[in-house]
């Protein structure tokens, strides 16, 4: 009995595809790093408390859109699923049913909003009560009826704010109390590189997208377009990253992030339309994950660098 519970709690944990969560992770780090770079002061427990928030509400964001995933047919019909794309699968493969799968998004969900609370607490400000509630529900309703972010056109957006702008600058207030331009940039990087995930992980689910109707930028645009939009997309973050060296606290984290360039010529390289529709050819994915995480890491340690450099001189 024992031995079944714990193996039900490793496919519960598996549902939330958690070799994922560093795109919650990343944002967090990033900007809890500015906040060390402008006052050199570091906040553990409010870091770790954002960190377990954001990756409780991304999990249970992952297994809310493996559930409507399931309901309009998404998931069931997609023919051309990857390791980074087409959803955990457990319910097509009969894992996990779909109400235990509903079940588990709403626990995550209700873990994150607990942790929130948490912050809230320790916090009394408004701006994160405003964050925290954006968070949970855009997460939810990416794919959750009625609302359906995902399938509207602007999911990629959606995703770019919640994983991108909104947890860098929240994770630097909880840090500094402060809302200030200097993380602008380095904010909207981390944007750029989430949005490239989340669109490269299109190609694939066009054919399934079109078919349920699910409005994503490649279905709107079409394959060659979306192609031009992921290449505008990553230049612009390292023209982004040419302008943080302008701004003495982002200096580093610009530099670090110009040495990922030769993975962004990789990128650029893999993401053709032919390879890019091509079944089972998934190598522009894999180094676009890796480039975020590569990059935001990047970012993180330049900002770290900025205050050890300038406590040193």
């Not at 390791?83 to 049913?97: D, H, N, V």
């Not at 630097?172 to 909207?188: G, N």
Request: proline share 4%; with cysteine; aromatic share 12%.
């Amino acid at each position: 009995m024992k031995v079944a519970v714990n193996s039900r709690l490793v496919v519960l944990f598996l549902a939330s595809r958690p070799k994922f969560l560093v795109a919650s992770a990343a944002p967090v780090l990033v900007g809890s790093a500015a906040g060390y770079a402008v006052t050199g002061a570091f906040q553990p427990v409010l870091f770790i408390l954002a960190l377990l928030a954001i990756m409780a509400l991304h999990s249970g964001a992952n297994i809310t859109n493996d559930y409507y995933d399931h309901l309009s047919g998404n998931d069931w019909i997609n023919k051309n699923p990857t390791p980074f794309s087409g959803g955990r699968r457990f319910i097509q493969e009969g894992i996990l049913s779909a109400k235990a799968t509903l079940l588990a998004a709403l626990f995550c969900l209700a873990a994150g909003s607990a942790i929130g609370l948490v912050i809230l607490y320790l916090t009394r400000s408004v701006f994160i009560l405003v964050l925290g509630l954006v968070g949970l529900l855009g997460g939810f309703f990416y794919t959750a009826r009625p609302i359906q972010l995902g399938y509207r056109c602007i999911g990629e957006l959606v995703i770019a704010l919640l994983f991108g702008l909104l947890p860098v600058f929240g994770s630097y207030y909880l840090q500094t109390r402060a809302l200030d331009a200097v993380v602008l940039l380095p904010a909207l990087i981390v944007s750029i590189l989430i949005f490239l995930v989340i669109l490269v992980n299109e190609f694939p689910d066009v054919a399934a997208d079109a078919a349920v109707n699910k409005r994503t930028l490649v279905v709107l645009f079409g394959v060659p377009a979306c192609v031009w939009i992921y290449r505008t997309a990553l230049i612009m973050s390292f023209v982004l990253a040419i302008a943080m060296l302008f701004y003495q606290v982002a200096f580093f984290a610009g530099v670090f992030y110009l040495f990922t360039l030769p993975m962004a010529v990789l990128a650029i390289k893999f993401a053709n339309k032919e390879d890019l529709a091509k079944p089972g050819q998934y190598r522009a994915n894999r180094i676009t994950v890796l480039l975020h995480a590569v990059g935001t890491l990047s970012l993180a340690a330049g900002l770290i660098v900025f205050h050890l450099y300038n406590s040193a001189v």
